[in-house]
């Protein structure tokens, strides 16, 4: 089992900055993948960025690219989301995920996720 706990969340004015943290524990050598998700009232969770957990790609929404980062401490296995330049359209829960196998349907498929952290509020005010 892994576990996932985020942190980080808040309430910001929009262009602000926020930097969101995942910390994994348990069997973390079994993870193959990590990505952020975030999910607003009434829409459908989403995918927002994800990783290789072993190192190399990185993935991203369009609607995040370029404001967004998404980085690991390895010593730390912890997993960090760096959000600039927010809108009031990021407003949401986000979530981070873990995926023990490669990705059949794709890295942005909230079902090839495995292990789920319990989510944290980002709200953006305009």
């Known amino acids: 089992q892994v576990q996932l706990v985020e942190s980080g969340g808040g309430l910001v004015q929009a262009g602000g900055s926020l930097r969101l943290s995942c910390a994994a524990s348990?069997?973390?050598?079994?993870?193959?993948?990590m990505g952020w998700f975030r999910q607003a009232p009434g829409k459908e969770r989403e995918f927002v960025a994800g990783f290789s957990w072993s190192g190399g790609n990185t993935y991203y929404a369009n609607s995040v690219k370029g404001r967004f980062t998404i980085s690991r401490d390895r010593a730390k296995n912890t997993a960090y989301l760096q959000m600039n330049s927010l809108k009031p359209e990021d407003t949401a829960v986000y979530y981070c995920?873990?995926?023990?196998?490669?990705?059949?349907?794709?890295?942005?498929?909230?079902?090839?996720?495995?292990?789920w952290g319990q989510g944290t509020q980002v709200t953006v005010s305009s």
């Open positions: 348990g069997r973390t050598f079994s993870i193959y993948l």
């Open positions: 995920a873990a995926s023990r196998t490669r990705p059949i349907a794709g890295v942005t498929s909230h079902r090839e996720y495995d292990y």
